[in-house]
C-alpha cells in the first residue's frame, strides 16, 4: 500500500506521455492531409494544362502540315486525326 502513490504518479506520467504523444501525431496527421489536399489541386492544374498543350501541339502540327508543299504527309495527318477522332468516339459511346 506504501507503493500505491508512486505506482498512480507512475501511470498519470505514462498517461501524460501518451495525451502529449498524441497530440503530436495529430498536428502531424493535419499537416499532411494539408499538404496532400494541396498537391491533389496542383496535379489537377498541371494535367489541365498538359491537356492544353496537347491540344495546342496538334493544332500546330496540322497547320504545319496544311501549310507545307507534301499532300500526301497532309493526308496521312489528317486520317490520323480521323482516327483518334472514331476513338474518342468509340469511348464516349461505351
Known amino acids: 500500500m506504501e507503493y500505491l502513490p508512486l505506482v498512480l504518479e507512475g501511470i498519470e506520467h505514462k498517461v501524460k506521455k501518451v495525451i502529449f504523444k498524441n497530440q503530436e501525431l495529430e498536428s502531424l496527421n493535419k499537416k499532411i492531409t494539408d ?35 507534301d499532300t500526301m504527309q497532309a493526308r496521312q495527318q489528317v486520317n490520323e486525326l480521323l482516327r483518334e477522332i472514331d476513338k474518342c468516339y468509340s469511348l464516349l459511346n461505351r
Open 35 to 69: 499538404k496532400l489536399k494541396n498537391l491533389e489541386s496542383e496535379i489537377l492544374a498541371q494535367q489541365a494544362k498538359i491537356s492544353e498543350l496537347e491540344e495546342t501541339i496538334i493544332k500546330l502540327k496540322v497547320s504545319k502540315v496544311l501549310t507545307g508543299q
